[in-house]
């Protein structure tokens, strides 16, 4: 068994089996106010933005997988395979109370 911290709160495990040769990828996030406060952090944070602009984009949210997993149970149809209808949905969840904390930008989405 290997696993890989991504420092974002997100830690990955892969099993493997001796006897079939499988490998199970197994992804945990042990705890989303870690993100969560990261965000708040990059919120208040002006050079964040400095670095966004010169890199011609800008990331405007993180969201923990227990997060999107409730919004989807929350009604909101983040999943959709058509892109405008995710999109729309993933805009509508930003400005919603909770997404709100998974915003890294104070502009308004």
């Known amino acids: ?18 006897h079939t040769g499988e ?10 106010s870690l993100i969560l406060e990261r965000n708040k952090k990059l919120r208040n944070e002006p050079e964040a933005f400095d ?25 909101y149809d983040l999943n959709c395979r058509d892109k405008e209808i995710a999109d729309q949905e993933l805009m509508r969840f930003l400005r919603s109370p909770e997404g709100r904390a998974c915003l890294v930008t104070n502009r308004k989405v």
């Open 51 to 75: 670095r966004a602009k010169k890199d011609k984009m800008e990331q405007v949210a993180s969201i923990p997988v227990i997060m999107w997993e409730k919004a989807i149970r929350d009604g």
């Open 23 to 32: 490998i199970a990828h197994r992804l945990h996030q042990p705890n989303a």
């Open 1 to 18: 068994m290997s696993k890989i911290d991504w420092g974002n709160g997100l830690l990955s495990e892969y099993l493997g089996c001796d």
